[in-house]
């Protein structure tokens, strides 16, 4: 006998946790529900079961454009060209299958899901609350495709709770859940800093001034095992002129003050610098030909499009040439677009219709339609250390009360 106890289970209209009762299940209905379950892309039986419920209710009648799994449309096919596939639907409806994505068959998922910001944005969101459990889907099947040298790049950003100066965890949280739930490693965290973030939120940041910009997303690299394949030759930047400096008049070696020893070997030019866990990538792209499309064809333009430089980034440094990339939240499919141009194998799948017919507008027959001209900035950008204060600003007050009260 097999009890399911579902007393935290969060209903549909409210997300209190109400109490419900408990269902007897001999041993093998209990066995055939998991199986059906996990063939199905649900991290366990509540979850399926809760589908199954969807299905059945009116509001939640099934689509008639795909096949059905559990209440959830099959994604359907909706373009392809020489190297990669974009699907429309629900990535974990297409993941939950062997077909077209197999075990251990994936070198990279590079993706940017949508983030649980607590004022929704109009690509669908997640209440943060629920975002974590509401990830665990597509974990599970994220750990099901990929390879063993394979790497999991998640670009996530992070939200303000509603009201107050504080953070949601929530994206730490996933980043637990994924490692703890389902033992994947974090091969090392990223930031992505957008020098052209505006500042928000304008009443913690310009209003009250308690607060500064948020100009980084995270970005999780996880992996299968704590030995993915990587190389960092791959992504080497230009060296600074100080380093060019060095390696045209040489170095005298000598202890630094911190003792380390500079040996000659720092002499050595080896075609570049290694890059930082940081990554400076203003997000500004505008009038680009995608965008001119989605005008000329009134699509809606996607809101939170990846710069091309970001995805190329971790396909160079993770990825080899016939590789299989997966990008499950695809939007405006620019991870294809890059990997295709790049020569890797790749598939996308989009859940919004329209970002989909978007989407095609980067490829055309079986390559890509339109040049990017999003990462061709080859000045770096600047950011000013801190210093100690000078002038009035040291005896300027501060907000006493934290920012409690709105300045008159
Ligand atoms: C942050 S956006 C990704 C933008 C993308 N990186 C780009 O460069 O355009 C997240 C996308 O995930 C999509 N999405 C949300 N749930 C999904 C699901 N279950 N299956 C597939 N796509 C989903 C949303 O419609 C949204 O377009």
Request: some cysteine; overall charge neutral; hydrophobic content about 35%.
């Amino acid at each position: 006998m097999v009890l399911i106890n579902e007393d935290e289970r969060m209903t549909e209209k409210s997300d209190k946790k109400t109490k419900s009762g408990k269902v007897d299940l001999t041993d093998n209905e209990f066995r055939d529900l998991e199986q059906a379950a996990h063939r199905r892309g649900f991290p366990d039986v509540k979850e399926y079961l809760l589908a199954l419920h969807h299905e059945s209710s009116p509001k939640t009648a099934a689509d008639s454009s795909g096949l059905e799994i559990a209440g959830v449309p099959l994604p359907i096919l909706a373009h392809k060209t020489k190297l990669g596939r974009i699907y429309c639907g629900d990535s974990a409806a297409l993941l939950g299958r062997k077909d077209p994505v197999g075990d251990d068959s994936v070198d990279l998922i590079m993706t940017s899901p949508p983030f649980g910001l607590l004022r929704p944005k109009d690509y669908g969101n997640e209440d943060a609350d629920r975002y974590v459990a509401w990830f665990e889907r597509f974990g599970a099947q994220f750990h099901r495709i990929l390879k063993p040298s394979g790497s999991l790049v998640i670009d996530i950003g992070g939200a303000w709770k509603r009201g107050i100066p504080t953070r949601s965890l929530y994206h730490y949280e996933l980043l637990i859940m994924l490692c703890r739930k389902f033992e994947f490693h974090l091969a090392q965290e990223f930031f992505w800093w957008n020098p052209a973030k505006l500042p928000t939120p304008a009443e913690w940041v310009n209003i009250r001034r308690v607060r500064v910009k948020d100009a980084v997303n995270c970005i999780w690299w996880l992996s299968k095992t704590p030995f993915p394949k990587a190389s960092n030759r791959r992504v080497l930047q230009p060296y600074s002129p100080s380093m060019q400096n060095l390696l045209k008049h040489g170095y005298k070696a000598k202890l630094r003050p911190s003792g380390h020893d500079i040996s000659d070997k720092f002499q050595r030019d080896n075609g570049g610098a290694i890059p930082p866990n940081l990554i400076a990538l203003a997000n500004t792209e505008s009038n680009t030909a995608y965008q001119r499309y989605c005008r000329e064809h009134d699509l809606p333009e996607h809101p939170a499009r990846f710069p091309s430089g970001v995805p190329a980034f971790f396909v160079n440094m993770l990825t080899d040439k016939g590789d299989l990339v997966v990008d499950p939240f695809a939007g405006s499919c620019m991870t294809g677009y890059v990997t295709e141009q790049m020569g890797r194998r790749w598939l996308c799948c989009e859940l919004d219709q329209q970002y989909v017919e978007g989407a095609k507008a980067r490829f055309i027959g079986d390559g890509c339609l339109f040049a990017d001209t999003g990462s061709t900035r080859e000045a770096p950008y600047e950011i000013y250390a801190p210093r100690l204060p000078i002038g009035s600003e040291d005896g300027l007050p501060l907000a006493m009360d934290g920012g409690k009260t709105r300045p008159k």
